[in-house]
């Protein structure tokens, strides 16, 4: 994780260089319903390359929001999955939720 | 403004879709305090280009997010301000600076 004086003086700032990008809230939103592996991120991710979704993922298990845990199977089995810090994220995705609807509604 | 058939079915990738990218946050972070001017916002926003902030600023008045007004002065000033749509945004801001309060807590 990155230490206290590495992140932005503003909060909003701060979210916003941890979570702050398309693809890394898309995965976010998904990781709130259940674990989710690698393939099945990039098949549901329309347009995300390799190189970015493992990017993201892995920049946030560095800030300590997502865990990977790796199933000793044939094939083996990665599954990302939000920590208890990640989970904290869900007022975020239901603001973003509500005004999404509200946009919506005013395009009706 | 978009027809409502261009979104995403989901509304939290419809949020994204309109305000889902780090300058877009920030920008409108900065335009909830009150009316900025193009190049208040550029020198604010360390390290955003002149096209960045151009088109991210276009994109959100398309959207009709944000007003850019023109004053008729000399030299012409030109204000961004929330729309009435856009300060429907207020309560995403909340949960962003609540979570990044809380982020940086943990890190104490």
Redesign the interface.
């Known amino acids: 994780?990155?230490?206290?004086d590495e992140?932005p003086e503003?909060?909003?700032?701060?979210?916003?260089?941890?979570i702050?990008?398309?693809w890394k809230?898309?995965i976010l939103?998904n990781l709130i319903q259940r674990p989710w592996r690698f393939n099945e991120l990039k098949k549901d991710l329309e347009g995300i390359s390799q190189k970015v979704l493992t990017d993201s993922l892995r920049s946030m298990e560095a800030d300590?929001l997502i865990t990977r845990t790796v199933y000793p199977e044939v094939p083996i089995r990665v599954e990302y999955a939000l920590s208890p810090?990640g989970e904290?994220?869900q007022?975020?995705?239901?603001?973003?939720?509500?005004?999404?609807?509200?946009?919506?509604e005013?395009?009706?």
Chains 1, 2 share one sequence.
């Open positions: 994780m990155k230490k206290l992140l503003c909060p909003v700032a701060t979210t916003v260089s941890l702050g990008s398309k809230l898309l939103r300590g810090l904290s994220i007022p975020i995705f239901k603001s973003l939720e509500v005004w999404g609807n509200n946009y919506k005013t395009l009706m």
